[in-house]
Nanobody, 124 residues
Framework: QVQLVESGGGLVQAGGSLRLSCAAS????????MGWFRQAPEKERQFVAT????????YYADSVKGRFTISRDNVVNTVHLQMNNLKPEDTAVYYC?????????????????WGQGTQVTVSS
């Protein structure tokens, strides 16, 4: 089992920045691929970013490419999502996810473990 706890959400004006963190506990964090997803009200969960077990490979949704950066620290079992130049359409609950694997994964069904989510609200 892997437990995931997100933090860092909040209210920010358009153009601002937030840094989300996801702390993992349980099994060996370094063997897990990690992902960030988001879900806006009345919309389906959407892929945001993923990073492989080593941190050497990343992949982003087109909507956030160039603005968001995913990173991980396997020493302290944490993954981050740095979000810059935020837009109102980025408003959603952001979820951290994990799965045992060496690749990057963009489908929510690929992931076995999920955090409880953290709210990000971007005002115009």
């Amino acid at each position: 089992q892997v437990q995931l706890v997100e933090s860092g959400g909040g209210l920010v004006q358009a153009g601002g920045s937030l840094r989300l963190s996801c702390a993992a506990s349980g099994r060996t964090f370094s063997v897990y691929a990690m992902g960030w997803f988001r879900q806006a009200p009345e919309k389906e969960r959407q892929f945001v970013a993923t990073i492989d077990w080593s941190g050497s490979s990343e992949y982003y949704a087109d909507s956030v490419k160039g603005r968001f950066t995913i990173s991980r620290d396997n020493v302290v079992n944490t993954v981050h999502l740095q979000m810059n130049n935020l837009k109102p359409e980025d408003t959603a609950v952001y979820y951290c996810a994990a799965r045992n694997g060496v690749d990057t994964y963009i489908e929510s069904d690929d992931y076995d473990y999920w955090g409880q989510g953290t709210q990000v609200t971007v005002s115009s």
